[in-house]
Every structure is written in structure tokens, then in C-alpha cells.
């Protein structure tokens, strides 16, 4: 520890409301952060705890959210050094320990990284911290050097007065960490912006990931380290009821067979040799409370709910409505869609590092909300939630699975290191079979929709109905009434509904034993698809441009950033070549709207996208070369789910082990996409999640334009 800093220790008070939180009770008077931080020790220097600077002038900026492959500790960084004009080939990034009271996501109330809120839910609290940073050198200098504080300029790291004095970071660390933080320090007017929104952002982990020197939790190796995996249950529900762990303990190098909750665990000195132990077990399981039904009549029984047959008792809750919708006449337009089930499919399958010694917890692998890691592991071991370290390492892609309720396989990890004990590192591996049978998934849907049309063809009446499992099932997080928004966004608040005078709009949520969880861009995966393939139709059906169409309608709602972006998109596209189908989607998620424009070939077997051209409207954009990489990526991934991607159950068990059974987009196959950003001053908004529920309906509506029926079923082509 420096002479500038100081560690915030657990307190008596601390104690009260931790052991009070693992009891299962609140405390009066103490906000979520305390809690869920009690028992935490943090460092923090003098310029806060975002910020550090050494000897040698280097700024290192701690990061409060993962990097598992989105880029945003790019546009963090870039954030703070603007603000302290930084010289940025010599700014770092370094990942912050878990601590909510220091580094929740301020949207979230706890420290994590979801709903592409990293870059907006830091950018004033970043502003600010790079802003008060500098104000503390500028007036260093100014009283070392006895001149005006408003007289001094600083540009690269270097403090400089009209005098010709001058010095570097370095040189005043010790003199600007005397200075008191200014409480409100001035933020730039973003016209000054040197760094923010030029291609000079640019990622600063690309060399550590090229070279092998960055740290993901495979790459863990540590002193009498074991190794360990688990064998779960073949259908959702199930329980261990028995094993026979005889031929797995003969395996050369088992060590010890264990039962936690989730299944038996072999834990081996090598991965090899777990695998091996896995494979040899006998395990019984009790199937009194398991999930038997095939996805096909999941489905069905959505349909049916869809259609006002059922379930009794099934409750609705609305998501939009006015006006009344009992007596609509007119000509109607009705369609139902089915979506179904869908993997993550991470590059890095579930992995985790585990080190537990009584009460006390260390953890390092790819944390994508470390407070409710820590909470689970607190309850597992009984200790402070604070007390939990976790080191959050790189991780390969999450799209939404490694942030869940359950912390499902971290917690897996804690279970078994508690039973090594001693602190003995354990290290749980989870199969790419594993994560594919056992792991999360994005809900099968059901949307039935019925339109009575106006006599110029545009919606008067518009009745949705929406059935689908809900995400927030054991949420610790407090929710307002009764609806799940996150089965609705981007139907709830569309333009479209703004623009219609009478909506009856509802949602229901059977319980269904399949685990599912957000899946990338969470509820727009679907109703984006909805929106925009049954605009098209209706356009079509009126004898106008689906362009024209939309047109009308954002006019009506006031949507003054589609418009924008739609015309953006349109006009980069340019006239459609030969031999392509072009289709038009607009959708707004995460705050942003995004407009794509496909050009499909439909002369193969399959239909083939050859160029996506994306506009989208993200306010400021901090590294446009990021946003395109993430408009790149984005696209991909909805496209691989849209044209491929489906998890199919029989008998309540999952058939696909892998990516021989679940397809997914290779690189030949990916389209040329094109990005352009629209100017904006705004704050920013979402970026790593509005480019991929756009990208399937702009596909259906190339097809519907080339005379093929409508798609109301994904995904287009059949994979099983």
C-alpha cells in the first residue's frame, strides 16, 4: 500500500449485516451495496477507485465490468483518459476486485455486466473520475509553480503553463495526491473531445489475446491443483438418488467422488483423468420432479394458451393497452410466430477456480456478476458475501450465460472446493456436451397476433398476445408489479404500437422446467422478428413500400430515430444488385435503433447472406471501430440463430451435445456487414446486443420480397 491510499476493512457493523444476510433477513437503514459488500477489503488510492497512476506516469483505469469479448474495456479506458488527457498509448486496464459498494453497475444495483449498460452506466461516473483526476495534478501545478490553476493546459500526460514550465504525470503524483478531489469537478464540453470517437480507440487486450499472455481460467495452473467435473442429471428436475463411484475411484488419478446438489463430481489431478472418472460412474437418479415434455409439445401448449385455450388460471398481464379493442371492425390480419429454444453456445464452455479454507472463499474465472457470485458462495461456505474474492479473469463470450440467479456452475465449484477443503485450488471443467445439455437457454415462444387494418391499410386495432417462460424465476432483484419486461422489450414501447389508436396487448408465463435465462438482446431476440416481418406483410398487403409503410407510422408515433437511421441505412445501401433479395428491418433495444438492410441469395439450397449494411443510432459512439466490430459480431450470432440455431427436447431431455447437432454460422458463410454511425451527442447507449435481433426479420422480409411465403416459424432452415 502506498502512502496515498488507504483499504476499507469490514467493520463491527459489517459483521451484523452480513451473518443478518446470510440468515435471509434485510437490515433497516443499510442500502443493497452494504450488504451485499459486507466483509470486502478494497484499496483505494488517492485519485479513487477507478483510477491509478504510477511512478513512471502510467495510467492504469480499473474496470468495474468483464471483458468476455465485446471490447468495452476499450471505451472504459478511453473514457477516463479523455477526461484526463491521458496520454492514451500509456493507459492500462486492469479488472476491479468484487466490491458492490465500489463498482456496482449503477443500473443493476450490483457489481455486474449485462443489458449493453457498461459504456452508459459508466460514462459521467467515469467522466467524472477522469475530470477529478486532473483537476488534482492542475492544481498541483499551480501551487508548485505559483501560477493561475486556469493557466495551465494539459494534453498527453504532460501539465503545461505559458511560462514554459512543464511536467508529467510522474513527476507530480506525489504533489496531486495531497490534493483534496473536487466534489463536482468540470466535465469537457464534448466539441474539445480529442480521443472519444476517433479511431485512435482501439482495443487493449488484442496483443495480450494474440501473444497467449492473457488469462482466461483454463489458463490456471497452480500447485497441487485439482481437477474436477460433474455428472448431471440427463433431464431437467432430476435428482441423485444413488451412485456406484467403484470403476471411477480405479481411474489413475481420481482422487475423491463427491455428491453436491447439481449431480456427483469427480475431482482427479488432471482433466483427462476427471473426464475418465466422470465416464465410469454409475449414478441412479430420482425422476419424480422432472420436466418429461418434448419441446414440440411445449410448444403446443403455448399455442393453444396463444389462442385462448388454456391452461385454466393462466394469468394475463398486460403490456400495452388502450382504447377498446371488443368491437374491432374491418379487414384483419392474424399470424402466429414460433421461436424455440436456444443455446449460448460460448466459444469457452463453463469453467470456474475455487479455493476454500473454512469460511474463507478466493475465486478466479470469468465472473460476469460478481455480487451474486459472491452472495452464493457466501451461503454456501457461510461467510460475508464481501469476503468472497473473486478475481475476474477474460472469459470466451457469455451472450448472457455466465450472468445467472443460481451461479450455477461457480457455485458448483465452491460446493466442491469446500469439500477438498484445506484451500486446496479446484478447478471445475465443464464440457462443451456439459454446456449444452445442462446449461441455460433463451425460452421457446409463442406470439399470436391479430390486426384490424384501417381503410388504408394501416393498423387501427392491434391485439398481441405473448407466451413464454419468464427469465426473472428467483431473481434476488426486486421487481415493479406483476409483468416481466424483459419478455416484452422492444414490442413494449414499439413505434408501432404508439401508432396504432386501439392496443390489446398481453403477456402470459407458464411454468415450464426447462432452466432459460437471457439469451443476447433477451426479449428483442423475438419480438423484433414479430414486429417487423408482420409490418412488412402488412405493407405489402396495402400495395405500399414497406419503406413508405414504416414511414407513415414512425411519423405518427414521433419515432424520429428510426426515421433517421432507416434513411441512413437506405441511403448506404444504394440500389440492390442483381441477383438478391433485399429486405428492410428497424428495431430499438438497449437504448439504441438499429436499421439493417439485407441482400440475400436465394439460388442455393439454403438462403445466403451476402451483405448486411447497418445504421444504427447508439448516441455518442466512443469506438466507432468497436461498434463496428460489435454490429459485426451482433449480426453474426442472430443470424447463426435465425437461419440455424435450435435446442429440441424429447422426453424433457436436450438432443443436441454439440455443434455437429446445434449449427452454427462458420466464416464462409458470414455476410460483408457495413456500419455507419449516426452523428449524435447524446450519451451513449447499448452496443454489444441491438445488432442481432435485427438482422432475422431483414432476412424474412428479403424472402418475402422475392415472392416467398412468410417465415412464421424459426429457424429457416431445419437443422434436426
Known sequence: MNAHSKTIEPSRRDLVVGATLVGGALVVGCSPADLLSAGAKTEIGAFGPFIKIAADGAVTVISKHIEFGQGNHAGLSAIVAEELDADWSRVLVEQAPANAKLYANLGMGAQGTGGSSAISNSWEQLRKAGAGARAMFVQAAADKWNVPAAEITVRDSVLSHKSGKSAGFGDLLADAARVKPPESPVLKDPKSFTLIGTS?????????KSTGQARFTMDIQEPDM????VAHAPAFGAKVKSFDDTAARKVPGVVEVYQIPTGVAVVANTTWAAQKGRDALKVEWDNAKVERRSSDQIMAEFQAAGAGKGPKGLKWVPFDSKGDA????GETFEATYDFPYLAHATMEPMNAVARVKGNSVSMSFGSQIPTIDQLNAAKIVGTLPGAVKIETLFAGGSFGRRGNFQSDYSAECVHIAKKVGKGRPVKLVWTREDDMRAGYFRPITHHNVRITLDK?????VWRHRVVTQTLMKGSPMPQKGDLDATAVE?????????????VDAQLALPDVGVPVLWWRSVGATHTAYVMEHTIDQLARRAGKDPTE???????RAGAKRHLAVMDLAIAKAGPAPAGVSRGLAVHESFGSVV????????SGAEPRVRRVVTAIDCGTAIAPDQVAAQMEGGTCYGLSAALYGEVTLKDGAVQQTNFDGYRVLRMNESP????????SGAAPSGVGEPGTPVIGPAVANALLGAGEPATYRLPFVRSV
Open 326 to 329: 371488443s368491437n374491432a371492425d
Open 200 to 208: 485512435r480507440v482501439r482495443r487493449k487486450d488484442s496483443l495480450a
Open 226 to 229: 485439482l481437477v474436477a467435473m
Open 549 to 555: 409503410y414504416r414511414r407513415t407510422l414512425y411519423t
Open 456 to 460: 388504408d391499410g394501416y393498423p387501427a
Open 595 to 602: 436499421a439493417q438492410i439485407a441482400d440475400v441469395d436465394l
Open 672 to 679: 460483408t456487414v457495413e456500419t455507419y454511425i449516426l452523428p
Open 490 to 502: 422492444g414490442a413494449l414501447g414499439s413505434p408501432y404500437l404508439k401508432a396504432t389508436p386501439i
